[in-house]
């Protein structure tokens, strides 16, 4: 065979290698958004990562999330069913979804993309609260790191709206109510509100137990401190805050818990809150929070600083 005809032979070869190469390159990807177009394929590891390039989640929660949202769809569901939201719009934003049987997918999106995505069942409990147990790891599940969800929560009917609280944080709802940030107008909030049910009106008091609805003021509390403890160093390193302990005097019958916050209104632009620590008779103990040196402080809490609770006036 001549050179030229060897060279020839050579380019052809080249040419149809490349040609199926294209060809079996265009079969494999064909094949693969096929399989990311069905949820249902499912074959195996490879599956799974075409699920999870296609969805930005863990297959788990992606399944999960399908069955969940299916359910949804479906009648005779209990009130607490739903999607749920709770966030700021920049760090924190964390989605539930749950349905009975289904299951509850939990995602947090802050600025640097998705923390974290968890998925399990739901476990119904006699005193009406929901457990989530989640199939991978969730820290303490007190809800405020990155990637950590509230795991017990009670579903809390306002009116038409529906909330999931945390039951250990039952007492910061009641602190958000006194000072007007719930009932929220608005998708943000530090509580998951079933998505859409901010335009959505309330009436009356939310359904808490009574002994917590019974710290929802409509009128508010307003009394001065007595005495302030020296402040005091604590966090770590890279977080340190100055504590100060203080006392005030409340009267006969005025109703107070452990965790309930008071704001500090005179002198104005304090913006630090007061949270109680125990009550005894008509003596409070409570403690406020400056996230800054103790030492570099100008402007030190002082008897006489007015505080208080906030207040509601149901609709």
Not at 60 to 82: F, Y
Request: hydrophobic content about 40%; glycine content about 12%.
């Amino acid at each position: 065979m001549s050179q030229a005809k060897r060279t020839f032979s050579l380019i052809r070869a080249l040419q149809m290698a490349a040609a199926f190469g294209v060809l079996a390159t265009a079969m494999f990807l064909g094949g693969m958004w096929a399989i990311a177009r069905d949820p249902e394929i499912d074959i195996g590891a490879m599956g799974d990562r075409v699920i999870e390039a296609k969805h930005g989640l863990p297959a788990a929660v992606v399944r999960r999330r399908d069955k969940v949202l299916e359910t949804l769809q479906q009648g005779s569901l209990p009130p607490w069913a739903g999607e749920y939201f709770e966030g700021d719009g920049l760090g924190m934003n964390v989605r539930i979804s749950l349905a009975p049987g289904a299951g509850v997918v939990a995602t947090w999106n802050g600025c640097l993309g998705l923390y974290s995505a968890k998925e399990g069942d739901v476990q119904r409990r006699a005193d009406g609260s929901l457990a989530f147990v989640f199939n991978q790891p969730n820290g303490d599940g007190s809800g405020f790191d990155p990637g950590t969800f509230a795991t017990d929560v009670m579903p809390v009917r306002w009116g038409e709206r529906r909330y999931l609280i945390p039951r250990d944080r039952m007492i910061e709802f009641v602190n958000a109510v006194n000072f007007g940030s719930e009932p929220r107008e608005h998708t943000h909030g530090v509580f998951l509100l079933a998505q859409g049910d901010e335009a959505k009106p309330v009436s009356g008091l939310p359904e808490l137990p009574e002994a917590l609805r019974a710290r929802i003021r409509q009128k508010p509390l307003i009394v001065g401190l007595s005495s302030v403890e020296p402040g005091v160093r604590r966090g770590g390193a890279d977080f340190a805050f100055c504590e100060f302990r203080v006392r005030f005097e409340v009267a006969n019958g005025e109703l107070l818990a452990p965790g309930q916050e008071l704001a500090v209104v005179e002198p104005p632009g304090v913006h630090e809150d007061v949270e109680v620590l125990e009550v005894a008779g008509t003596q409070a103990l409570a403690k406020i929070r400056f996230f800054r040196n103790c030492i570099e402080m100008k402007r030190k809490p002082e008897p006489g600083w007015l505080i208080s609770t906030g207040a509601y006036t149901p609709n």
